[in-house]
């Protein structure tokens, strides 16, 4: 079955500093992979995506994450915080491509200090 | 104009009653969805529609039934509410024909059973 797995569920960064948050999946066949937002009180939104074409891939609010199969992980990160990027961050994994086969991982919730 | 809006956004009931959500999405999508997130921030699948009818029913007790009277509306009814019921709800939609994974979510409904 395929599953992801978000170490850490609560990471702390200072404004201005590099965010990390890490994403490894388990698979047998290559996933598509995905990197979704929910800030508080709202629906999730998804960030960006791996669909196996490069492996970095870009997405909204100046967030990136690549894909390495060696590692089989698919970390999220950006440069530099801001402090309007403290939310709740979900992984998630799809071995078909389809929106219905999405499995989500556990969330890391990003707090960003001044 | 809200893609995916879901009604009511919060609802408090006693243990025991039936209460019900409603969800409707203006994206012209094919595929509707019902999501639990508990107090941990896991997010479950519990349902799936395509175009009315049921493709996915994740291992939900009886007391919970969705029903999608078109495309663009899919409701959720549950019966004799438990305490193990409170949960936000998310609604959720996509494209079947778009095979990108996206997920169009609202912005949940805050289910608290007393």
């Known amino acids: 079955a395929q599953s992801v797995t978000q170490l850490g569920s609560h990471v702390s960064v200072s404004e201005g500093a590099l965010v990390l948050l890490r994403c490894n999946y388990s698979s047998s066949v290559p996933p598509y992979l995905f990197w979704y937002v929910q800030y508080p009180n709202q629906g999730l939104q998804l960030l960006l995506k791996y669909t196996s074409a490069a492996t970095l891939v870009k997405g909204i609010n100046g967030f990136e994450a690549e894909f390495k199969k060696s590692e089989t992980s698919f970390h999220l990160t950006k440069p530099s915080a801001h402090m309007s990027d403290a939310a709740e961050y979900f992984c998630a994994v799809s071995f078909t491509g389809t929106a219905s086969k999405l499995t989500f991982g556990t969330g890391t919730r990003l707090q960003v200090t001044l | 104009d809200t893609a995916v809006s879901q009604t009511p956004k919060y609802l408090v009931t006693q243990m025991g009653n039936d209460k019900s959500i409603k969800c409707e999405q203006n994206l012209g999508h094919d595929t509707m969805y019902w999501y639990k997130q508990d107090s941990k921030k896991f997010l479950k699948i519990m349902f799936s529609y395509n175009n009315k009818e049921l493709i996915i029913n994740e291992t939900v007790p009886n007391r919970f039934s969705p029903k999608s009277p078109d495309k663009a509306h899919l409701n959720l009814h549950i019966n004799s509410l438990e305490l193990g019921d409170s949960a936000v709800y998310f609604c959720?939609?996509?494209?079947?024909?778009?095979?990108?994974?996206?997920?169009?979510f609202g912005e949940g409904s805050r289910l608290t059973v007393l």
């Open positions: 959720a939609s996509s494209y079947s024909g778009a095979d990108t994974g996206e997920l169009f």
